[in-house]
């Protein structure tokens, strides 16, 4: 089985005001089923095209060599929007506010508070230079949560020696121009500040308990 765009949890508007409608149904439509796409038309054939998505990105350097960049980019950036999409809901009715439970507890033995939290987020993804994403992840050794960014479509997921950065994420925030520009331009601060109003902590905290 191939990978397939999964559809929104929300309709395009629904992000609104805080991530509009032109840019969802772009992000969603065409960035996210071109990485659906290039990822299905790389794999296909090898014995990793039935595999789950996550499968992939975490044994990337047993993938042949000659596919294992387009695979990196697109099969990353299939699992990371797949599930940026989760972890957003419209403000108010699940988007926003403050985590609570087992997150809100690691949080705040991680980083004493959740302002604290916001902070040092919010400066992974402003200090990813060019495109990238910012993460929140579970460490490997399950001892807490950490934030880390990750450049391009690149995922903890794929391990230190590749992206930089280890664990499992269960929060992230996509700070590709493509993300933001329209409404934004090069307000990424702005977009960032705006974001945490459709943060879908419910969903943070299931992934969380994993
Ligand atoms: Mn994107």
Redesign the pocket.
């Known amino acids: 089985m191939s990978f397939s765009l999964p559809a929104l949890p929300y309709d395009f508007a629904a992000l609104e005001p805080h991530v509009d409608a032109r840019t969802m149904e772009i992000?969603h439509g065409k960035?996210?089923k071109a990485y659906v796409d290039n990822a299905n038309k790389a794999l296909e054939g090898t014995s990793w095209a039935s595999k789950p998505v996550e499968d992939v990105i975490a044994h990337l350097a047993d993938i042949p060599e000659n596919i294992r960049g387009v695979v990196r980019n697109n099969a990353g950036?299939h699992f990371?929007?797949s599930l940026?999409w989760k972890i957003m809901a419209p403000a108010g009715r699940g988007g926003g506010g403050e985590p609570t439970g087992n997150v809100a507890a690691a949080i705040n033995a991680a980083f004493g508070n959740f302002a604290h939290f916001k902070e040092e987020f919010a400066k992974a993804a402003m200090g990813r230079f060019g495109s990238g994403w910012a993460w929140l992840c579970v460490k490997s050794d399950k001892s807490g949560v950490q934030i880390c960014s990750t450049p391009n479509q690149d995922c903890p997921l794929m391990g230190q020696a590749i992206a930089g950065c280890g664990g499992r994420p269960i929060l992230g925030l996509?700070v590709?121009e493509?993300?933001y520009y329209l409404n934004y331009q090069n307000r990424r601060a702005d977009y960032v500040g705006a974001w945490w109003n459709v943060v879908n902590w419910a969903e943070v905290e299931k992934n969380f308990r994993g």
Do not use: Y
Request: proline residues 0%.
């Open positions: 992000h960035h996210h950036g990371n929007h940026f996509d590709w493509h993300a």
